[in-house]
């Protein structure tokens, strides 16, 4: 997989080499947009409420649809008189156009982390699904666990290191090319102990399931990809979703897209992109993104690549004196 570095970006340029980047204020604009024959790598970004754009898109029109909405925790692109009663309201009320406009056999991504107050956890994902479960023809097929090193450290419980993916279907015929988003064995020496195949390798040397636990690193300040958006969508967690769920010139929806990370993925896998943001800044940083993708000089970290683990040798991998390098089971363990 290869990383494009980042040149210099034709922010005003529209119409590019294979495609076009398009922002609209109206939804209509949207709808004629989708109803247009397009290059591959076509992308349309509604400024405004999604609420609006869900409405103005006809029914059954995209392919794949995902997101991360709002936590409601006090980030500033949150209202913050928002509670846990306006999440579930506010879902309440997009959820259901969500998946009036996904196309039979399309999927719904929907990320989400957890919620906390005072100490006191609640999974978003519970609240979620309570609603989608009232959703006919929706079906859950993973609850996909997205884990990361890095976050605020916890005094009084343990450290939160991973959000969740919820991934629905509408119907059973859905799409999943588990081969465009394999990964590499663990024990590629593996072999068969009897049978026929006896000796020989037994895992696929295309490579396993990625499982539903993903080590994704989130985008911290340091990450290749932060922006000025305070809470962005790693492109790698979208990449491997689009891979697996949609084909070339299939259509992906964002209706929170941010910076448009979700667009990122798409337009460089071939798909075609509609995203709804209602900060205009947000909306500016991610037109530029997405035109800066369809040139290949966007800079983002692929799914597939592989955790560094420092060296002992390098400075921040090396221990300082009095500094805890692993515990003594022997010493650990209670007497009986």
Known sequence: MQIYDLGDMEIFVSKLEMGEVTAYKSPRGVREWLAKPHAQASAAVFEGECESLLKGLPES???????????????SYESRRDNLD?????????????????????????????????????PL????????????????????AWTFGHGLHCQTRFSGRYETVLWYTKGDDYAFDLDAVRVPQKYPGKRHTDGPKKGQPSGNPAGKNPSDVWDIPNVNANHLEKTAHPCQFPVGLVQRLVRALTKQGDVVLDPFCGVSSAGVA?????????????????????????RATLKGEVRFRPADRAILEPSPTSIVGRRPPGFASSIDMSEAMVSS
């Open 266 to 290: 798409a337009l460089h896998e071939k798909r075609h992109f509609i995203g709804a943001e209602l900060n205009p800044e947000y909306v500016q940083l991610g037109l530029e993104r997405l």
């Open 86 to 122: 306006d999440f579930v309201a506010n879902h309440q009320v997009i959820l259901p156009e969500v998946c009036r406009v996904l196309k039979d056999g399309g999927s719904l991504c929907w990320q989400v982390g957890f919620h906390v107050l005072d100490g006191v956890a609640t």
């Open 125 to 144: 994902d519970f609240l979620v699904h309570e609603i989608m479960s009232k959703i006919e023809g929706m079906k859950l097929r993973n609850r996909i």
């Open 61 to 75: 029109s995209v392919d794949l649809i995902v997101s991360s909405p709002p936590y409601c925790m006090g980030k």
